[in-house]
């Protein structure tokens, strides 16, 4: 038999037929095309795993060049007060290079697209496109009516003037009235609005529903304030020279006088009282704030009756100065001179416009309009911002990040 005969062969060691060693060859071959077929099909995939780790790491280094870009971006945003606007293939080490740009969306948000390329934007094997929204660190308070008091009501005084619409929270009689007093415009009384005067213009809406009164935020203006350092007052300080102040916190009492012309580039927090004096003496906005207008806050009464004005800067829309006390006193904020070109805020406290003074907006817990005091409303600050100044700064708009290849 053929199996007993191989078997006898193998054991007694007699060579092995022609016809055998065939097979044996045939057996190889066989063997040996399947470990080709195997490796290179390990081959293959090992080539596509180097391929595929090579093309993740140019897209994460991609990538990072964008969010590189969209970096460099906020700080030239913050360091040039809003004016940068981008630049173009700036290279990054021997990674590659990215391209930037920022585009006004409005007053107070812009736009940056930042854009990575590896190895440079001529030849690109990996592009990413970073796209976010960005805004300043700031503060939106809303002013919706020339006057906004809570419940110690509004009084008018013969010929007081108020051009825009009035809002009180009193109860009884909410907006009392005297002679020749006047509200151009809708007058809102959670209780009565006395008769005949004030003469109002609009239409009257009593026994309406208690406001929200605009919030102002003094733990948040008395945190940017001292990013600028402190001064320690003893206990008045007094500037009485043109000069840059803000973001800064004054212990004491502050005072400006002698027609100084100063400018505020930045929240401003006094722990005492405040006051101006003399006609020429002026505080004005700073131009590199933009739209955006700034907060100085006293905690103290703010004194406002020997002379000198506040103005807005030159944006358009124009930046204003919030100027408010946390004092909770019958003269808590007192002004008398005309040409007071700012939001004023004493929620806490009572507010008195006396002789020719003006002002731009008022919102008090009560307001006394002695004769001939007048408040014109300008448009536009329903929603006005204000901003910490150089201690604020741009940063990016929760979900408004967009990435593509």
Known sequence: MKIHSL??????????????????????????????????????????????????????????????????????????????????????GNIGTFTVAVVDKSPRTKTITATGYVPNSTNPTSKRKIKVDIAIDNSIISFNYGVQVGAGGLTMANTSTVNGNVYSNKTGVSIQGSQSSRIVGDAFAVGTISSPDPEVTGTKHENQSAADMPVVDYEYWKGRAALGGEQTCSPTCTISSNTTIGPKKYIGNLKVTNNAQVTIAGAV????????????????????????????????????????????????????????????????????????????????????????????????????????????????LASASFTSGPGGSWQPIKGTYKYSK
């Open 7 to 92: 078997w006898y062969k193998t054991i007694c060691r007699e060579p092995l037929t022609s016809n055998f060693s065939g097979q044996i060859l045939v057996v190889a071959v066989i063997f040996l095309a399947i470990a080709a077929i195997l490796a290179a099909s390990l081959f293959d995939r090992t080539a596509s795993f180097l391929r595929f780790g090579s093309r993740s790491i140019t897209a994460e280094q991609a990538n990072s060049l964008a969010e590189a870009g969209l970096e460099r971006a906020l700080w030239q945003l913050n360091k040039t007060a809003g004016t940068y606007t981008g630049e173009s293939n700036t290279q990054l």
């Open 269 to 380: 927090h006094i722990t005492g009282t405040f006051s101006m004096s003399q006609g020429l003496t002026q505080i004005k906005v700073s131009d590199i704030l933009g739209s955006n207008g700034t907060v100085l806050l006293a905690e103290g009464d703010i004194d406002l009756t020997q002379g000198g004005t506040f103005e807005p800067n030159n944006a358009n829309p124009k930046g204003y100065l919030l100027v408010a006390t946390t004092s909770t006193t019958a003269t808590a904020m007192s002004i008398s001179q005309a040409g007071q070109t700012a939001l004023f805020y004493a929620l806490e406290g009572t507010a008195s416009l006396t002789q020719s003074a003006e002002v731009t907006a008022l919102v008090a817990n009560g307001l006394d309009m002695s004769q001939s005091a007048t408040l014109t409303y300008e448009t536009g």
